[in-house]
């Protein structure tokens, strides 16, 4: 008996026509990755830079109200000094009196209640010093109710007997009228204030410098 072999056609696809095929090319999934990478980069830099920059703000703004704290302080008991000149009572000097290397400036203040205002000797010695990064206030004779306490911590170190400059690079810069009748502070400080601010810190640790003429309405050069 006679063996049938069947042989089975095996059906290839043709690629004659490859609109028909529906596939994608190396070029086109390269591309496609670039673009996304792209993408997700902008992204993560953006919120890169955002987060920095609000760091960057509430650090300086901790500052400025650090500094800003230190500047009402001293406004407030400047306005209330008093003192002659003339008679070795003056309002306003530099701190301390005593020869020696100055650290801030003080000013007499009458705690007394009554007041005594033709009598110096019993006024109060309120003084602002700055030691190392912290600036402080204290008070020496009838200090009735005043509060000795540090003030700020974000000051960078050093007094200076100047005009706050341009470009400062101490913290504390005290100028008392040759009269007692009024003083130039200026205050520099920074989030870290230990570490010197650079191109590359200046949002991480951000400086601020703030100045002003502090005037005593009670001093006397007649």
Same mark, same amino acid.
């Given at each position: 008996m006679? *063996? =049938? ?6 059906? %290839?696809? &043709?690629?004659?026509? @490859? ?6 090319? /190396? ?10 990478g ?24 901790k500052?400025?109200?650090?500094l ?11 306005q ?21 290397? *100055? =650290? ?6 009458? %705690?007394? &209640?009554?007041?005594? @205002? ?6 109060? /010695? ?15 004779g ?14 960078v ?40 601010t ?25």
């Amino acid at each position: 008996m006679a *063996k =049938t072999i069947k042989i089975t056609q095996l059906k %290839f696809l &043709s690629f004659k026509n @490859p609109k028909n095929i529906k596939a994608v090319s /190396l070029v086109e999934l390269m591309v496609s990755i670039a673009v996304v990478g792209t993408m997700v980069l902008s992204f993560y830099s953006l919120e890169t830079y955002s987060h920095q920059q609000v760091i960057s703000a509430d650090r300086r703004t901790k500052v400025q109200n650090s500094l800003s704290f230190c500047m009402e302080h001293m406004t407030k008991y400047v306005q209330q000094a008093g003192g002659n000149n003339n008679i070795n009572y003056p309002a306003i000097t530099l701190y301390p009196v005593a020869s020696g290397t *100055k =650290t801030g400036f003080q000013i007499r203040v009458d %705690f007394n &209640s009554p007041q005594t @205002p033709a009598d110096f000797s019993d006024d109060a /010695l309120v003084y602002y010093t700055l030691a190392g990064n912290t600036l402080s206030t204290g008070c020496t004779g009838t200090c009735g109710t005043f509060l000795s306490e540090d003030l700020s911590s974000k000051i960078v170190a050093n007094f200076n007997n100047s005009v706050l400059p341009d470009s400062p690079t101490d913290g504390f810069y005290v100028v008392v009228d040759s009269s007692g009748n009024f003083v130039d502070v200026g205050l520099v400080g920074r989030y870290t204030p230990a570490e010197v601010t650079t191109p590359a810190t200046r949002l991480t640790n951000p400086q601020v410098a703030m100045k002003t003429r502090l005037i005593c309405n009670n001093s006397s050069t007649n």
